[in-house]
Protein backbone atom coordinates (compact mmCIF):
# COMPACT_ATOMS: atom_id res chain seq x y z
CA UNK A 1 0.00 0.00 0.00
CA UNK A 2 1.08 3.71 -0.96
CA UNK A 3 1.11 5.23 2.62
CA UNK A 4 2.87 8.51 1.15
CA UNK A 5 -0.42 8.31 -1.35
CA UNK A 6 -2.91 7.98 1.48
CA UNK A 7 -1.42 10.85 3.58
CA UNK A 8 -1.80 12.90 0.88
CA UNK A 9 -5.65 12.15 0.56
CA UNK A 10 -5.77 12.74 4.89
CA UNK A 11 -4.22 16.10 3.97
CA UNK A 12 -6.26 16.80 0.54
CA UNK A 13 -9.42 16.08 2.78
CA UNK A 14 -8.30 18.10 5.55
CA UNK A 15 -7.87 21.24 3.92
CA UNK A 16 -11.32 20.84 1.80
CA UNK A 17 -13.00 20.28 5.11
CA UNK A 18 -11.11 22.77 6.85
CA UNK A 19 -11.53 25.23 4.32
CA UNK A 20 -14.96 25.01 4.53
CA UNK A 21 -14.97 25.91 8.39
CA UNK A 22 -12.72 28.90 7.26
CA UNK A 23 -14.87 30.12 4.91
CA UNK A 24 -18.51 29.82 6.45
CA UNK A 25 -17.96 29.92 10.14
CA UNK A 26 -18.90 33.43 10.99
CA UNK A 27 -16.54 35.90 11.99
CA UNK A 28 -14.81 35.81 15.73
CA UNK A 29 -17.03 32.79 16.42
CA UNK A 30 -13.94 30.50 17.27
CA UNK A 31 -12.68 31.19 20.84
CA UNK A 32 -10.41 34.84 21.74
CA UNK A 33 -10.53 34.88 17.68
CA UNK A 34 -10.88 38.72 17.96
CA UNK A 35 -8.06 39.23 20.34
CA UNK A 36 -5.56 36.43 18.25
CA UNK A 37 -6.28 38.78 15.19
CA UNK A 38 -5.94 41.97 16.78
CA UNK A 39 -2.44 41.23 17.68
CA UNK A 40 -1.67 40.45 14.22
CA UNK A 41 -3.44 43.94 13.19
CA UNK A 42 -1.42 46.12 15.53
CA UNK A 43 2.18 44.53 14.26
CA UNK A 44 1.07 44.87 11.22
CA UNK A 45 0.61 48.33 11.82
CA UNK A 46 4.24 48.42 13.26
CA UNK A 47 2.61 48.34 17.40
CA UNK A 48 4.25 45.71 19.75
CA UNK A 49 0.84 45.16 21.73
CA UNK A 50 1.64 45.47 25.66
CA UNK A 51 -1.07 43.77 27.46
CA UNK A 52 -2.55 46.59 30.13
CA UNK A 53 -5.65 46.61 32.80
CA UNK A 54 -8.30 47.97 29.73
CA UNK A 55 -7.46 45.21 27.31
CA UNK A 56 -10.26 42.83 29.32
CA UNK A 57 -13.72 43.67 29.95
CA UNK A 58 -15.76 41.04 30.92
CA UNK A 59 -18.70 42.54 30.51
CA UNK A 60 -18.32 43.79 27.51
CA UNK A 61 -17.06 40.41 25.98
CA UNK A 62 -20.27 38.85 27.09
CA UNK A 63 -22.10 41.08 25.75
CA UNK A 64 -20.67 41.20 22.15
CA UNK A 65 -20.54 37.12 22.53
CA UNK A 66 -24.28 36.60 23.12
CA UNK A 67 -25.32 39.50 19.93
CA UNK A 68 -23.19 36.89 17.90
CA UNK A 69 -20.91 40.02 17.02
CA UNK A 70 -23.65 41.94 15.73
CA UNK A 71 -21.90 45.09 14.07
CA UNK A 72 -22.73 47.88 16.49
CA UNK A 73 -19.88 46.47 18.51
CA UNK A 74 -16.22 47.25 18.19
CA UNK A 75 -14.26 44.20 18.05
CA UNK A 76 -11.21 46.00 17.70
CA UNK A 77 -10.72 46.83 21.53
CA UNK A 78 -10.89 43.32 22.39
CA UNK A 79 -7.19 42.85 23.13
CA UNK A 80 -6.43 40.41 25.57
CA UNK A 81 -4.30 38.15 24.45
CA UNK A 82 -1.67 40.98 23.97
CA UNK A 83 0.17 39.12 26.60
CA UNK A 84 0.97 36.51 24.40
CA UNK A 85 4.81 35.64 23.02
CA UNK A 86 4.74 37.09 19.30
CA UNK A 87 6.05 34.23 17.24
CA UNK A 88 2.76 33.16 15.87
CA UNK A 89 1.88 36.95 15.42
CA UNK A 90 4.92 38.01 13.52
CA UNK A 91 4.47 34.98 11.00
CA UNK A 92 1.40 36.32 10.25
CA UNK A 93 1.44 39.63 9.78
CA UNK A 94 2.63 40.02 6.35
CA UNK A 95 -0.57 37.64 5.68
CA UNK A 96 -2.67 40.33 7.36
CA UNK A 97 -0.89 43.36 5.03
CA UNK A 98 -1.14 41.39 2.04
CA UNK A 99 -4.48 40.81 2.17
CA UNK A 100 -5.89 43.85 4.05
CA UNK A 101 -6.14 42.38 6.98
CA UNK A 102 -8.63 39.43 5.43
CA UNK A 103 -9.92 37.51 8.39
CA UNK A 104 -10.18 34.39 5.76
CA UNK A 105 -7.03 34.89 4.75
CA UNK A 106 -5.38 34.40 8.04
CA UNK A 107 -7.55 31.42 8.82
CA UNK A 108 -6.24 29.78 5.93
CA UNK A 109 -2.49 30.69 6.94
CA UNK A 110 -3.36 28.63 10.26
CA UNK A 111 -4.81 26.12 8.82
CA UNK A 112 -2.13 25.48 6.33
CA UNK A 113 0.32 25.47 9.45
CA UNK A 114 -2.03 23.08 11.05
CA UNK A 115 -1.46 20.59 8.07
CA UNK A 116 2.31 20.99 9.23
CA UNK A 117 1.18 18.78 11.94
CA UNK A 118 -0.45 16.00 10.85
CA UNK A 119 2.24 15.34 8.40
CA UNK A 120 4.85 15.49 11.59
CA UNK A 121 1.66 13.24 13.66
CA UNK A 122 2.21 10.86 10.86
CA UNK A 123 5.90 10.68 10.98
CA UNK A 124 5.97 10.15 15.22
CA UNK A 125 4.05 6.95 14.66
CA UNK A 126 6.17 5.75 12.13
CA UNK A 127 8.96 6.50 14.31
CA UNK A 128 7.76 4.25 16.91
CA UNK A 129 6.46 1.62 14.85
CA UNK A 130 8.50 2.34 10.84
CA UNK A 131 6.46 -1.66 9.96
CA UNK A 132 3.10 -0.75 11.00
CA UNK A 133 1.97 2.52 8.81
CA UNK A 134 -1.68 1.92 9.34
CA UNK A 135 -0.51 3.11 13.04
CA UNK A 136 0.56 6.62 11.19
CA UNK A 137 -2.19 7.07 8.93
CA UNK A 138 -5.14 5.81 12.12
CA UNK A 139 -2.69 9.51 14.05
CA UNK A 140 -2.55 11.12 10.86
CA UNK A 141 -6.59 10.76 10.58
CA UNK A 142 -7.47 11.38 14.28
CA UNK A 143 -5.58 14.59 14.74
CA UNK A 144 -6.80 15.59 10.96
CA UNK A 145 -10.23 15.18 11.56
CA UNK A 146 -11.50 15.81 15.14
CA UNK A 147 -13.92 17.74 15.37
CA UNK A 148 -12.93 20.46 17.54
CA UNK A 149 -9.27 20.51 16.65
CA UNK A 150 -10.23 21.18 12.71
CA UNK A 151 -12.25 24.25 13.82
CA UNK A 152 -9.59 25.71 16.15
CA UNK A 153 -7.31 25.05 13.22
CA UNK A 154 -9.63 26.88 10.69
CA UNK A 155 -9.31 29.90 13.05
CA UNK A 156 -7.03 32.49 14.12
CA UNK A 157 -5.50 30.89 16.93
CA UNK A 158 -1.72 30.45 17.95
CA UNK A 159 -2.14 26.71 18.63
CA UNK A 160 -1.42 25.81 15.39
CA UNK A 161 2.03 27.22 15.54
CA UNK A 162 2.26 25.82 19.02
CA UNK A 163 1.51 22.28 18.05
CA UNK A 164 3.50 22.25 14.85
CA UNK A 165 7.03 22.90 17.37
CA UNK A 166 5.77 20.88 19.90
CA UNK A 167 5.38 17.62 17.66
CA UNK A 168 8.59 18.79 15.45
CA UNK A 169 10.61 18.52 19.00
CA UNK A 170 8.57 14.81 20.02
CA UNK A 171 9.75 13.88 16.23
CA UNK A 172 13.24 14.87 16.88
CA UNK A 173 13.20 13.34 20.04
CA UNK A 174 12.57 9.79 18.68
CA UNK A 175 14.91 9.43 15.93
CA UNK A 176 17.81 10.80 18.96
CA UNK A 177 16.98 7.88 21.38
CA UNK A 178 16.11 5.99 18.19
CA UNK A 179 19.59 6.20 16.62
CA UNK A 180 22.39 3.33 16.72
CA UNK A 181 24.35 3.17 19.83
CA UNK A 182 27.67 3.98 17.84
CA UNK A 183 26.05 7.14 17.92
CA UNK A 184 25.98 7.70 21.66
CA UNK A 185 28.98 9.79 21.62
CA UNK A 186 28.21 13.77 22.83
CA UNK A 187 29.93 14.87 19.38
CA UNK A 188 27.58 12.78 17.28
CA UNK A 189 24.39 13.86 19.23
CA UNK A 190 25.26 17.57 19.19
CA UNK A 191 22.62 18.18 15.98
CA UNK A 192 19.92 16.71 17.52
CA UNK A 193 20.42 18.62 21.08
CA UNK A 194 20.52 21.48 18.92
CA UNK A 195 17.74 21.04 16.69
CA UNK A 196 15.49 20.22 19.76
CA UNK A 197 16.94 23.15 21.59
CA UNK A 198 16.22 25.60 19.19
CA UNK A 199 12.32 24.88 18.48
CA UNK A 200 11.87 24.51 22.25
CA UNK A 201 13.24 28.22 21.64
CA UNK A 202 10.67 29.17 18.85
CA UNK A 203 8.25 27.59 21.21
CA UNK A 204 8.84 29.23 24.39
CA UNK A 205 8.18 32.69 22.23
CA UNK A 206 4.90 30.99 21.20
CA UNK A 207 2.82 29.75 23.53
CA UNK A 208 3.23 29.02 27.38
CA UNK A 209 2.00 25.76 26.41
CA UNK A 210 5.23 25.30 25.04
CA UNK A 211 6.99 24.99 28.08
CA UNK A 212 6.28 22.09 28.65
CA UNK A 213 9.32 20.81 26.13
CA UNK A 214 11.40 21.97 28.75
CA UNK A 215 10.90 19.42 31.64
CA UNK A 216 9.92 17.06 28.71
CA UNK A 217 13.77 17.85 27.20
CA UNK A 218 15.25 17.39 31.23
CA UNK A 219 13.57 13.94 31.31
CA UNK A 220 15.05 12.86 28.12
CA UNK A 221 18.80 14.36 29.19
CA UNK A 222 18.67 12.50 32.00
CA UNK A 223 17.27 9.31 30.43
CA UNK A 224 19.60 9.26 27.51
CA UNK A 225 22.73 10.17 30.00
CA UNK A 226 22.41 7.89 32.96
CA UNK A 227 25.37 7.14 34.30
CA UNK A 228 27.11 9.01 31.94
CA UNK A 229 27.65 12.05 34.06
CA UNK A 230 30.11 13.10 33.00
CA UNK A 231 28.35 13.90 29.44
CA UNK A 232 25.19 14.67 30.93
CA UNK A 233 26.12 19.01 31.87
CA UNK A 234 27.73 19.50 28.41
CA UNK A 235 24.58 17.48 26.59
CA UNK A 236 22.10 19.98 28.81
CA UNK A 237 24.30 23.17 27.79
CA UNK A 238 23.90 22.01 24.32
CA UNK A 239 20.12 21.78 24.52
CA UNK A 240 19.09 24.04 26.59
CA UNK A 241 21.21 27.01 25.62
CA UNK A 242 19.62 28.02 22.37
CA UNK A 243 16.30 27.63 24.00
CA UNK A 244 16.68 29.95 26.88
CA UNK A 245 18.47 32.32 23.95
CA UNK A 246 15.52 32.53 21.77
CA UNK A 247 12.76 32.63 25.18
CA UNK A 248 15.23 35.36 26.93
CA UNK A 249 14.66 38.15 24.17
CA UNK A 250 11.15 37.92 25.18
CA UNK A 251 12.01 37.71 28.78
CA UNK A 252 13.74 40.67 29.15
CA UNK A 253 11.47 42.93 26.75
CA UNK A 254 9.09 41.64 29.43
CA UNK A 255 10.99 42.88 32.41
CA UNK A 256 11.82 46.13 30.80
CA UNK A 257 7.64 46.44 30.13
CA UNK A 258 6.42 45.53 32.98
CA UNK A 259 6.34 46.53 36.34
CA UNK A 260 8.10 43.90 39.36
CA UNK A 261 9.37 40.70 37.73
CA UNK A 262 6.54 39.01 34.98
CA UNK A 263 9.19 37.17 32.50
CA UNK A 264 6.20 35.82 30.81
CA UNK A 265 3.77 38.42 31.46
CA UNK A 266 1.12 36.15 33.39
CA UNK A 267 1.05 38.79 36.56
CA UNK A 268 0.09 41.59 33.70
CA UNK A 269 -2.40 39.01 32.29
CA UNK A 270 -3.96 37.66 35.68
CA UNK A 271 -4.46 41.53 36.82
CA UNK A 272 -6.12 42.33 33.48
CA UNK A 273 -8.91 39.59 33.62
CA UNK A 274 -11.00 41.16 36.31
CA UNK A 275 -14.36 39.25 36.55
CA UNK A 276 -13.21 36.14 34.76
CA UNK A 277 -14.87 33.27 36.29
CA UNK A 278 -12.70 31.42 39.48
CA UNK A 279 -13.04 28.04 40.56
CA UNK A 280 -13.24 29.54 43.78
CA UNK A 281 -17.00 30.97 43.40
CA UNK A 282 -18.00 27.83 41.66
CA UNK A 283 -17.09 25.71 44.28
CA UNK A 284 -18.93 27.79 46.70
CA UNK A 285 -22.14 27.48 44.55
CA UNK A 286 -21.63 23.82 42.98
CA UNK A 287 -19.75 22.65 45.70
CA UNK A 288 -16.03 20.51 44.85
CA UNK A 289 -18.11 17.44 43.59
CA UNK A 290 -20.21 19.67 41.56
CA UNK A 291 -17.08 21.37 40.22
CA UNK A 292 -15.23 18.51 39.16
CA UNK A 293 -18.49 16.80 37.36
CA UNK A 294 -18.74 19.71 35.00
CA UNK A 295 -15.31 20.16 34.63
CA UNK A 296 -14.78 16.44 33.54
CA UNK A 297 -17.94 16.63 31.25
CA UNK A 298 -16.94 20.02 30.06
CA UNK A 299 -13.54 19.24 29.30
CA UNK A 300 -14.85 15.66 27.34
CA UNK A 301 -17.15 17.08 25.13
CA UNK A 302 -15.31 20.39 24.72
CA UNK A 303 -12.66 17.84 23.13
CA UNK A 304 -14.22 16.25 20.41
CA UNK A 305 -16.70 19.15 19.90
CA UNK A 306 -18.31 22.18 21.50
CA UNK A 307 -18.24 25.05 19.47
CA UNK A 308 -18.22 29.24 18.79
CA UNK A 309 -17.83 30.57 22.26
CA UNK A 310 -18.26 27.10 23.72
CA UNK A 311 -21.81 28.17 23.67
CA UNK A 312 -22.60 25.43 20.21
CA UNK A 313 -22.45 21.50 22.17
CA UNK A 314 -23.25 18.78 19.88
CA UNK A 315 -26.18 16.63 20.95
CA UNK A 316 -26.39 14.12 23.61
CA UNK A 317 -26.68 11.64 21.15
CA UNK A 318 -23.38 12.38 19.56
CA UNK A 319 -21.25 12.10 23.19
CA UNK A 320 -22.57 8.90 24.20
CA UNK A 321 -21.03 7.12 21.24
CA UNK A 322 -17.56 9.13 21.80
CA UNK A 323 -17.33 7.92 24.79
CA UNK A 324 -18.10 4.42 24.10
CA UNK A 325 -15.36 5.21 21.61
CA UNK A 326 -13.32 6.25 24.30
CA UNK A 327 -13.71 3.46 26.44
CA UNK A 328 -13.27 0.89 23.84
CA UNK A 329 -9.48 2.73 23.51
CA UNK A 330 -8.78 2.62 26.64
CA UNK A 331 -9.66 -0.84 27.43
CA UNK A 332 -7.97 -1.62 23.65
CA UNK A 333 -4.72 -0.22 25.62
CA UNK A 334 -4.74 -1.90 28.78
CA UNK A 335 -5.14 -5.47 27.09
CA UNK A 336 -2.03 -4.32 25.23
CA UNK A 337 -0.76 -3.78 28.76
CA UNK A 338 -1.49 -6.38 30.55
CA UNK A 339 -1.32 -9.17 28.05
CA UNK A 340 1.73 -7.67 26.31
CA UNK A 341 0.49 -7.40 22.78
CA UNK A 342 2.60 -6.31 20.19
CA UNK A 343 1.92 -3.62 17.19
CA UNK A 344 1.38 -6.82 15.18
CA UNK A 345 2.36 -10.49 15.04
CA UNK A 346 5.65 -9.01 14.90
CA UNK A 347 7.39 -8.68 18.57
CA UNK A 348 10.90 -6.22 16.78
CA UNK A 349 7.63 -4.09 15.64
CA UNK A 350 7.89 -2.51 18.79
CA UNK A 351 10.37 0.53 19.86
CA UNK A 352 13.24 -0.60 20.82
CA UNK A 353 13.72 1.35 23.81
CA UNK A 354 11.58 2.35 26.40
CA UNK A 355 12.12 5.45 26.68
CA UNK A 356 10.56 6.39 23.68
CA UNK A 357 6.63 5.77 23.80
CA UNK A 358 7.93 7.11 27.63
CA UNK A 359 8.39 10.85 26.48
CA UNK A 360 4.57 10.62 24.23
CA UNK A 361 3.09 9.72 27.85
CA UNK A 362 5.09 12.13 29.84
CA UNK A 363 3.75 14.86 27.60
CA UNK A 364 0.64 13.74 27.96
CA UNK A 365 0.73 14.13 31.95
CA UNK A 366 2.35 17.36 31.51
CA UNK A 367 -0.37 18.63 29.47
CA UNK A 368 -3.03 17.20 31.90
CA UNK A 369 -1.48 18.52 34.67
CA UNK A 370 -1.04 22.20 33.21
CA UNK A 371 -4.86 21.81 32.32
CA UNK A 372 -5.64 20.85 35.71
CA UNK A 373 -3.61 23.12 37.31
CA UNK A 374 -4.85 26.22 35.07
CA UNK A 375 -8.52 25.41 36.28
CA UNK A 376 -7.61 25.30 39.95
CA UNK A 377 -7.78 29.24 39.66
CA UNK A 378 -10.33 29.55 36.66
CA UNK A 379 -12.99 27.79 34.98
CA UNK A 380 -11.15 26.83 31.85
CA UNK A 381 -12.88 23.64 31.24
CA UNK A 382 -11.79 23.47 27.51
CA UNK A 383 -10.67 20.12 26.22
CA UNK A 384 -8.94 21.80 23.73
CA UNK A 385 -5.99 22.54 26.16
CA UNK A 386 -5.02 18.97 25.63
CA UNK A 387 -3.81 19.59 22.26
CA UNK A 388 -0.48 20.15 22.60
CA UNK A 389 -0.53 16.18 23.21
CA UNK A 390 -2.67 15.01 20.98
CA UNK A 391 -0.48 13.62 18.78
CA UNK A 392 0.31 11.45 21.49
CA UNK A 393 -3.22 11.27 21.94
CA UNK A 394 -3.19 9.96 18.47
CA UNK A 395 -0.95 7.29 18.63
CA UNK A 396 -2.46 5.83 21.78
CA UNK A 397 -5.83 5.88 20.04
CA UNK A 398 -4.52 4.24 16.91
CA UNK A 399 -2.86 1.11 18.85
CA UNK A 400 -5.50 0.72 21.04
CA UNK A 401 -8.21 0.07 18.34
CA UNK A 402 -5.14 -2.21 16.65
CA UNK A 403 -5.00 -4.04 20.01
CA UNK A 404 -8.72 -5.43 19.21
CA UNK A 405 -7.48 -6.29 16.10
CA UNK A 406 -4.67 -9.14 17.74
CA UNK A 407 -7.35 -9.75 20.24
CA UNK A 408 -9.32 -11.06 17.07
CA UNK A 409 -6.67 -12.65 15.49
CA UNK A 410 -5.80 -15.10 18.95
CA UNK A 411 -9.45 -15.92 19.11
CA UNK A 412 -9.80 -16.87 15.42
CA UNK A 413 -6.05 -18.99 16.35
CA UNK A 414 -5.14 -17.77 12.51
CA UNK A 415 -4.17 -14.53 10.74
CA UNK A 416 -5.90 -12.28 9.45
CA UNK A 417 -5.16 -10.47 6.08
CA UNK A 418 -2.45 -7.83 6.83
CA UNK A 419 -4.39 -5.44 4.67
CA UNK A 420 -7.30 -5.64 7.17
CA UNK A 421 -5.33 -2.86 9.69
CA UNK A 422 -5.85 -0.23 7.15
CA UNK A 423 -9.61 -0.45 7.58
CA UNK A 424 -8.79 1.34 11.15
CA UNK A 425 -7.60 4.58 9.68
CA UNK A 426 -10.02 4.89 6.80
CA UNK A 427 -12.96 3.52 9.12
CA UNK A 428 -12.35 6.20 11.49
CA UNK A 429 -11.52 8.94 9.29
CA UNK A 430 -14.56 8.70 7.09
CA UNK A 431 -16.89 8.66 10.61
CA UNK A 432 -14.22 11.65 11.45
CA UNK A 433 -14.43 13.69 8.50
CA UNK A 434 -18.78 12.85 8.49
CA UNK A 435 -18.75 14.40 12.19
CA UNK A 436 -17.17 17.31 10.64
CA UNK A 437 -19.19 18.03 8.15
CA UNK A 438 -22.39 16.76 10.45
CA UNK A 439 -21.32 19.38 13.01
CA UNK A 440 -20.69 22.54 11.02
CA UNK A 441 -24.16 22.43 9.15
CA UNK A 442 -26.33 20.96 11.98
CA UNK A 443 -24.86 23.04 14.87
CA UNK A 444 -22.17 25.53 14.24
CA UNK A 445 -23.91 27.32 11.36
CA UNK A 446 -27.87 26.81 12.29
CA UNK A 447 -26.30 28.70 16.11
CA UNK A 448 -24.11 30.95 15.30
CA UNK A 449 -24.81 32.29 11.76
Given at each position: ???????????????????L?????P???????????????????????????????????????????????D?S???????????????????????????????????????????????????L???????????????????????I???????????????????????????????????????????????????????????L????????????????????????V?L????????????????????????????????????????????????????????????????????????????????????????????????????????N????????S??????????????????????I??????????F??L???????????????????????????????YA??????????????????????????
Amino acid sequence: MNEKLWLGVILFVYLVVGGLYASRVPAWQSPDEPAHYNYVRQLANGRFPIMEATDYDEAYRREVVSSKFAPQYDVSIITYEDWQPPLYYLILSPVFSLTNGSLLALRLASLFIGAGVIILAYAIAIQLYPEQSWIGLTTAVFVAFLPQHLSILASVNNDSLTELLIAGVLLIMLQWLGSSPADWRLFNERKYMLAIGFLIGLGLVTKLSAYLLVPLAGMVLLGRYWGRWDDLFPASVLLLAPAFLLGAVWWVRNLIVYEGIDPVATKAHDAAVIGQVRTAEWITQFGLTGTIQRFLQTTFNSFWGQFGWMSVPMQPWIYRPLLLFTAVVLLGLLVKSLFRLPANDDEDAEPNSPLRPFILVLMLFLTMGMHIYYNITFVQHQGRYLFPALVPIGVGVAIGLGSWLLVLKRLLRGKIAPELAYAIPFTLGVLLAWLDLFALYNFILPNLA
